[in-house]
């Protein structure tokens, strides 16, 4: 049998009306009415009146619960519920109040030890590996514990390898990015042709689309696209770097 059923039996023989069980509770009728058919459920301050206005313990109104597979109590629990039940309403009110306060106390040890553990990212090998569509393990990437070092919001590492981004970025330098749209005179990575390229992006007011070495030694690394030119370009992400000048 339900909490609602057992509330409402236990108040038809005291002889109470749902308005009667109102008025000692200080809630409405409906509310009542709606602990009896379940449709809502009483708060710990007026599940403890109601312990008192019916002359019952939390046994009673629970009785099935407690037998209920997936509501088991340790004989430990058992015996504080006993000395619960004992107290009168005020001390359970102050024995739910400090429940409630260990309980939010524990709640924030919890959220501070998650912002204290380590954010770790990938770090990729190469280029090549950030675009993988189902990188491995081991081979293209490893686990980097993100510290001071890196900056915030860096959501992937990149190692870098050539020296057309020289002397800014250099060979083996590792990167660090994240997914934010670009503009003009960022670096990004980008899929080329279906190469994997570090380089500086820019976008014309024609639709032309310039990736430029940032070593301009390497300006034959260059890549140009044409609105209609057929070829593939897609970015895997922003190089968190400082704004740096476009090639004259």
Not at 51 to 74: G, I, K, M, R, W
Not at 87 to 102: C, D, F, S, Y
Not at 157 to 167: K, Y
Not at 174 to 191: E, S, T
Request: aromatic fraction near 8%; proline fraction near 6%.
């Amino acid at each position: 049998m339900s909490f609602g059923e057992q509330l409402r039996l236990r108040r038809e023989e005291l002889g109470m009306s749902r308005a009667d069980l109102a008025d000692r509770l200080g809630v409405s009728r409906s509310a009542v009415g709606n602990y009896e058919t379940g449709i809502s459920t009483p708060k710990e301050d007026i599940l403890l009146q109601i312990f008192d206005a019916l002359q019952v313990d939390p046994n009673y109104l629970y009785q099935d619960s407690f037998h209920a597979p997936e509501f088991s109590c340790s004989a430990e629990e058992r015996r504080l519920l006993e000395r619960l039940r004992r107290l009168p309403l005020t001390g359970r009110q102050t024995v739910h109040a400090l429940v409630n306060a260990l309980g939010v106390w524990q709640e924030e040890l919890e959220d501070q030890k998650v912002a204290e553990s380590p954010r770790v990212i990938p770090l990729y090998r190469s280029p090549a590996a950030a675009g993988f569509a189902a990188p491995v393990f081991g081979e293209d990437y490893e686990p980097l514990t993100v510290s001071g070092d890196v900056p915030a919001g860096a959501e992937l590492a990149v190692r870098i390898q050539g020296d057309s981004m020289a002397p800014h970025i250099a060979d083996g330098s590792v990167v660090y990015v994240n997914h934010d749209p670009l503009a003009n005179g960022d670096v990004g990575i980008f899929c080329v042709d279906g190469d994997m390229l570090c380089k500086q992006y820019y976008r014309d007011p024609l639709g032309m689309v310039y990736l430029f070495s940032l070593n301009r030694r390497r300006s034959d690394m260059d890549v140009v696209f044409r609105p209609d030119g057929g070829r593939s370009l897609t970015c895997f992400g922003r190089v968190m770097m400082h704004s740096l000048p476009l090639p004259g």
